[in-house]
């Protein structure tokens, strides 16, 4: 199993860019979960899907930022216009919905740097 | 809001075991224990979870006291491979999204 796995591990981009990350979760995985981690907030949840439905974008921190879920297999999180106070690392989780176990499945993160 | 409480940061010599405090006095019957840590550079992983039983599995032994007001992640041998910011999460049962707060980060000395 090649584990969630995001792309691009890296991005740089200037101030008022569009910026797409994206995420290919487990095989069989049901939820999907998109974090942001910085040194002053640490790691916060942003918005989580449950069967390709979005169940709670409280976590976006703006209109800039917006999430999709087309299929199990894939999903996206944009931010249009980009600000460097975005700048973090972007991680993709997923899981089986089910139970109190609910063992979340990190992958490697986003670097975002926006200049 | 992570509703739990941990040291910021804890030492540890290798080989020795580390005990990893957690305060959780407010749980409430249906939440369950998480533990993730996190490696440099990388995302969180799972490492244990317990409802009220102690639970051991190949990475470390999670004990949950009596009254579930607290808990503690035990390493019984830690290794230089072990340092890591570790997190404890409440999670309720109704399947609600992981919390993170801020850890405690685990430093080993050789």
């Known amino acids: 199993d090649a584990g969630v796995i995001q792309s691009p591990r890296h991005e740089v981009t200037e101030m008022g860019q569009e910026v797409t990350l994206r995420c290919k979760p487990i095989?069989?995985?049901?939820?999907l979960f998109w974090y942001r981690q910085t040194m002053m907030r640490g790691l916060e949840l942003l918005i989580y899907?449950?069967?390709?439905?979005?169940i709670d974008d409280s976590g976006m921190p703006e209109d800039r930022f917006s999430a999709k879920m087309p299929n199990a297999s894939f999903s996206t999180l944009k931010i249009q216009p980009s600000e460097p106070r975005d700048s973090a690392v972007y991680f993709c989780?997923?899981?089986?919905w089910g139970g109190g176990s609910n063992e979340q499945f990190f992958g490697p993160g986003t670097r975002l740097t926006v200049l | 809001d992570a509703k739990t409480t941990q040291p910021n940061s804890m030492e540890s010599n290798e080989e020795e075991p580390v005990h990893l405090p957690c305060n959780h006095s407010?749980?409430?019957?249906?939440?369950?224990i998480h533990w993730y840590r996190q490696l440099p550079s990388q995302g969180p992983e799972y490492v244990i979870h317990?409802?009220?039983s102690n639970v051991n599995n190949r990475m470390a032994s999670l004990a949950i006291a009596e009254d579930r007001k607290s808990s503690t992640l035990i390493l019984h041998r830690a290794t230089l491979r072990d340092a890591a910011v570790y997190y404890c999460?409440?999670?309720?049962?109704?399947?609600?999204?992981?919390?993170f707060g801020k850890g405690t980060r685990l430093s080993v000395i050789a």
């Open positions: 899907f449950n069967n390709n439905v979005p």
């Open positions: 095989s069989g995985h049901n939820s």
């Open positions: 317990g409802l009220t």
């Open positions: 407010t749980i409430s019957g249906t939440d369950y």
């Open positions: 999460i409440r999670a309720n049962s109704g399947n609600t999204p992981l919390v």
């Open positions: 989780a997923s899981s089986l």
